[in-house]
T-cell receptor, first 113, second 113 residues
Framework: DAGVTQSPTHLIKTRGQQVTLRCSPK?????VSWYQQALGQGPQFIFQ???????QRGNFPDRFSGHQFPNYSSELNVNALLLGDSALYLC????????????FGSGTRLTVV | AQSVSQHNHHVILSEAASLELGCNYS??????LFWYVQYPGQHLQLLLK??????LVKGIKGFEAEFIKSKFSFNLRKPSVQWSDTAEYFC???????????FGKGTTLSVSS
């Protein structure tokens, strides 16, 4: 059990569509980050949310947006999907006040056709 | 920009062989370093982490890593691998802002019995 829950596990979308991915952090964690993992690559940081605000963003276009809710869960939205957006999207959570490191979910496999 | 280099893309070993996976990072200041493992079909799991103190860090499943500041390295080691260690291994460094992990491209370890 990862402790971080992501849904859905798999998704197929058409170019130009929009997608929403969801994440529930591990119990006791207040910070959620999203990563994109392309095939054969390491995860790349998209953004981090803390206290319902985007704290930092990686090198991703504005088509990628997110939200954090009062219960610390989070959504990742991607608009105007491109073929290159096909990847495994990982959610990671941590507690700002402990040194436990990030806990990752199992990811959502997004395929854009 | 900070970066992480993992020297070995694919390592093939027989059971009971010793393992060392290389990792170099680019940032010269205070670093938080991590090794994660991703077993086939599973989520990223934290193997070990280094924040400060003893540069020899022991993790789960018999893994250890040594932080050598002068070499900007954080190599992962295991004296005797098992078939169950077959997985993808990722080295990561926390960015200067403390908000994200920067990952290497990963090393695939295949252990034959």
């Amino acid at each position: 059990d990862a402790g971080v829950t992501q849904s859905p596990t798999h998704l197929i979308k058409t170019r130009g569509q929009q997608v929403t991915l969801r994440c529930s952090p591990k119990s006791g964690h207040d910070t959620v980050s999203w990563y994109q993992q392309a095939l054969g690559q390491g995860p790349q940081f998209i953004f981090q949310y803390y206290e319902e605000e985007e704290r930092q963003r990686g090198n991703f276009p504005d088509r990628f947006s997110g939200h954090q809710f009062p219960n610390y869960s989070s959504e990742l939205n991607v608009n105007a999907l491109l073929l290159g957006d096909s990847a495994l999207y990982l959610c990671a959570s941590e507690n700002q006040w402990t040194d436990g490191g990030y806990t990752f979910g199992s990811g959502t496999r997004l395929t854009v056709v | 920009a900070q970066s992480v280099s993992q020297h070995n893309h694919h390592v093939i070993l027989s059971e009971a062989a010793s393992l060392e996976l290389g990792c170099n990072y680019s940032y010269g200041g205070t670093v938080n370093l991590f090794w994660y493992v991703q077993y086939p079909g599973q989520h990223l799991q934290l193997l070990l982490k280094y924040f400060s103190g003893d540069p020899l860090v022991k993790g789960i499943k018999g893994f250890e890593a040594e932080f050598i500041k002068s070499k900007f390295s954080f190599n992962l080691r295991k004296p005797s691998v098992q078939w169950s260690d077959t997985a993808e291994y990722f080295c990561a460094v926390r960015n200067q802002a403390g908000t994200a992990l920067i990952f290497g491209k990963g090393t695939t370890l295949s252990v034959s019995s």
